[in-house]
């Protein structure tokens, strides 16, 4: 069965750095929408960014220009590198591979970003 986990996350200073990573299960990655999401206590779930299989990539407005994210179908992985990090960006981060109607989604990794 799809299997995600993120890993990555953990506590910086604004304006430092994380990369995120999502390891994927099986044999069907490279044929994945992956995307980035991420959601605080109390949020909305939001798009952060996504790639397609063919490295077509849509960025939300507020982490243009500071977030990258890129796929390695060779490792089964998707990434989310994150610079300039704002106490803003301060949320659970999760991974979620989508193939045509079908969605799977990972278990979250925490970012942390001081004031």
């Not at 995307?35 to 960014?49: D, F, I």
Request: glycine letters at 12%.
């Amino acid at each position: 069965q799809v299997h995600l986990v993120e890993s990555g996350g953990g506590f910086v200073q604004a304006g430092g750095s994380l990369r995120l990573s999502c390891a994927a299960s099986g044999s069907g990655f490279r044929s994945w929408l992956m995307s980035w999401y991420r959601q605080g206590p109390g949020k909305q779930r939001e798009l952060v960014a996504s790639i397609s299989p063919t490295g077509i990539i849509d960025y939300a407005d507020s982490v243009k220009g500071r977030f990258t994210i890129s796929r390695d179908n060779a490792k089964n992985t998707a990434y989310l590198q994150m610079n300039s990090l704002k106490s803003e960006d301060t949320d659970v981060y999760f991974c979620n591979g989508r193939f045509y109607a079908r969605n799977f989604w990972g278990r979250g990794t925490q970012v942390t970003v001081s004031s």
